[in-house]
């Protein structure tokens, strides 16, 4: 059984944060955890230069920009066998407000790609772990709307410095069944009962070195939930 890491492209502003991505999949192995990468083989939302953050005339495919990532070791999430897998990770960057879901451009009214929804209720409803980075929080909240399951969440906290309304997404959230708590850079949410762990990373006003060890401390939780 493998921990499966589903990808939504390659670079924050139109696909998958790199950092996250990269940190997850190294404290994966370090936690002798094996995984398998995966993202929709859908067309990306669109194309944004990372030096301007200028949209640009190009279409790229969710895919194959995130094989990028995965260096080539990755399939499609249509091809994945969720009965083979014994948790998942979703790292941050709008990709997953853009291309799993549309949460960017339409909040808690957005839709989350049918596949991604299917691979969430799978891994919640039978117990299986699940880590969630940065944005990707809001993927859970809204798949998980109107079923009997209400998470306990964080994307950050209104105490700290941050590019981001982290109370909007907070009552975003919380609109859709979830309950919304502060987590700063240095800790994750822990929801005990559905084995959910979020943590803020990139949603925070932090460093590089700070980004990881968030995203360590959310894997290294998610090896604790495989053990017991």
């Known amino acids: 059984m493998k921990t499966a890491v589903l990808l939504s492209g390659c670079g924050v502003y139109d696909g998958t944060e790199i950092h996250e991505s ?4 190294l404290a994966l192995s370090k936690n002798n955890l094996e995984y398998i990468c995966t993202a929709p083989n859908i067309k990306q939302h669109h194309v944004v230069t990372h030096i301007s953050g200028e949209e640009m005339s190009e279409e790229r495919n969710v895919l194959v920009e995130s094989a990028r990532i995965a260096r080539g070791e990755i399939i499609s999430l249509s091809e994945l066998n969720k009965n083979e897998i014994s948790s998942l990770v979703i790292p941050g960057g709008f990709g997953a407000a853009k291309n799993l879901s549309n949460w960017a451009f339409n909040g808690p009214e957005a839709e989350v790609l049918a596949e991604v ?4 209720l799978h891994c919640i409803e039978n117990k299986k772990p699940i880590v969630s980075l940065c944005i990707s929080p809001t993927l859970i909240a809204k798949s998980l709307e109107g079923t009997a399951y209400h998470p306990l969440l964080s994307l950050g ?12 997404i907070h009552d975003a959230i919380s609109s859709v069944g979830a309950t919304a ?14 084995r959910i762990i979020s943590a803020p990373c990139y949603m925070m006003d932090a ?3 700070e980004i990881y ?3 360590k401390m959310a894997i290294d939780k998610l090896s604790d939930f495989l053990k017991n």
Do not use: G, M, P
């Open 181 to 194: 708590i502060n987590k700063s850079i240095k800790e994750i949410c822990i929801d005990e009962n559905l």
């Open 157 to 168: 906290t209104t105490f700290e410095k941050s590019e981001y309304n982290i109370a909007e």
């Open 207 to 209: 460093k590089v070195d």
């Open 213 to 215: 060890a968030n995203t």
């Open 117 to 120: 929804k299917d691979l969430i």
């Open 22 to 25: 990269v940190f997850a999949l």
